[in-house]
């Protein structure tokens, strides 16, 4: 069931809508901001719309990243599937066969 959950981000409130949970929801903007703090005190001059943006780019390339893994996954997956049901099949002949003789 979802429900609406408020965290506090660099001093930003805001209210998520989630079926997640509080833990879960805080321990995400707990890491965020701390990602945010690790890169603004790494560079001086970095304001908080800055490290939010750099770290927004960082997250999608990890979410490209992991689509092309799951892809990959996928088709290995499909591959390992067709093996199987065609081992299946020729196990099915192989004792038919042999229960023939």
Same mark, same amino acid.
């Given at each position: 069931?979802?429900?609406?959950?408020?965290?506090? *981000? !660099?001093?930003? !409130?805001?209210? *998520?809508?989630? @079926?997640?949970?509080?833990?879960?929801?805080? $321990?995400?903007?707990? +890491?965020?901001?701390? %990602?945010?703090?690790?890169?603004? !005190?790494? +560079? &001086?001059? /970095?304001?908080?719309?800055?490290?939010? #943006?750099?770290?927004?780019? %960082?997250?999608? %390339? +990890? /979410?490209?990243?992991?689509? &092309?893994?799951?892809?990959?996954? =996928?088709?290995? #997956?499909?591959?390992?599937?067709?093996?199987?049901? $065609?081992? $299946?099949?020729?196990? =099915? @002949? #192989?004792?038919? $066969?042999? %229960?023939?003789?």
């Amino acid at each position: 069931m979802k429900e609406k959950i408020y965290v506090e *981000i !660099k001093g930003i !409130k805001l209210g *998520i809508v989630t @079926e997640d949970g509080a833990e879960y929801v805080e $321990r995400i903007a707990n +890491q965020l901001e701390e %990602s945010l703090d690790r890169m603004m !005190k790494a +560079q &001086k001059n /970095c304001t908080l719309v800055e490290a939010a #943006l750099f770290n927004a780019m %960082s997250l999608q %390339s +990890q /979410c490209e990243e992991n689509e &092309k893994k799951l892809k990959n996954v =996928e088709t290995q #997956l499909a591959i390992y599937q067709a093996n199987v049901n $065609r081992l $299946r099949i020729e196990n =099915e @002949e #192989l004792r038919t $066969r042999l %229960s023939q003789q």
